[in-house]
């Protein structure tokens, strides 16, 4: 089954503790990225790589880092959390930026930084 | 830079009632435009698309959207709603050069409440 998949799916973390969000999909895609999604502002993006090697900064990389070593895998990493990333994070993925198909989107990963 | 507005954060409608999802966008370039639906507690997936051709689209569950080019909306619809159309709508554009080509940028949101 093609799907995009994130762990954990919930997740209560204290301010400063290092934490790591992963991604992985099935479908051989190129481009992935990371989104936040808070009330009122729907999602935007963190950071997203078009291929192997290549990332880059979305509209709110502040705070993010990713990485993308495997084309199937595109890790979040937050070195030193605080509250205000307090939020639903989604991973999605798409063949070439997804000009012409739509992006599949993970479950989604609740994360409470206290 | 793109950018996309839903006119309604909320949306309460009564079940076998009309209901339509108000979206406009802003673009210096050419747009294609989505509409994602999220049911509570899953991930967006994506309900119709528009690329080319017919300004009226049609998606899963009975929805569909028509693109005006020259009031740059793309407003969701569906005859008669049910239940279990309660979600939250998400109007996205993916731009097609520019800068920020590929790109693809998310409204607000619009929470859909069917009542029975």
């Known amino acids: 089954e093609a799907q995009v998949t994130q762990n954990p799916r919930y997740l209560i973390t204290v301010t400063g503790k290092k934490l790591t969000v992963t991604c992985s999909q099935n479908?051989?895609?190129?481009?992935m990225s990371w989104y936040r999604q808070d009330p009122g502002l729907g999602l935007r993006q963190i950071y997203y790589s078009m291929n192997v090697e290549v990332t880059d900064k979305g509209d709110v990389p502040e705070g993010y880092k990713v990485s993308r070593k495997e084309k199937r895998n595109f890790p979040l990493i937050l070195e030193s959390p605080s509250p205000n990333q307090t939020s639903l994070y989604f991973c999605?993925?798409?063949?070439?930026?997804?000009?012409?198909?739509?992006?599949?989107f993970g479950q989604g990963t609740r994360l409470t930084v206290v | 830079a793109q950018s996309v507005t839903q006119l309604d954060s909320q949306v309460p409608v009564f079940e076998e009632a009309p209901v339509e999802l108000r979206c406009n966008y802003s673009s210096s370039v050419s747009v294609y435009l989505f509409w994602y639906v999220q049911y509570p507690n899953q991930g967006l997936q994506l309900l119709l698309k528009y690329l080319s051709g017919s300004t009226l689209v049609k998606g899963i569950n009975g929805f569909e959207a028509e693109f005006n080019k020259s009031q740059t909306s793309f407003h969701l619809r569906k005859p008669s709603v049910h239940i279990s159309d309660t979600a939250e709508y998400f109007c996205a554009v993916i731009t097609t050069g520019g800068t920020s080509y590929g790109k693809l940028t998310f409204g607000q949101g619009t929470i859909l409440t069917v009542h029975p």
């Open positions: 479908m051989n895609h190129e481009y």
């Open positions: 999605a993925s798409s063949p070439y930026r997804g000009l012409y198909t739509e992006a599949f």
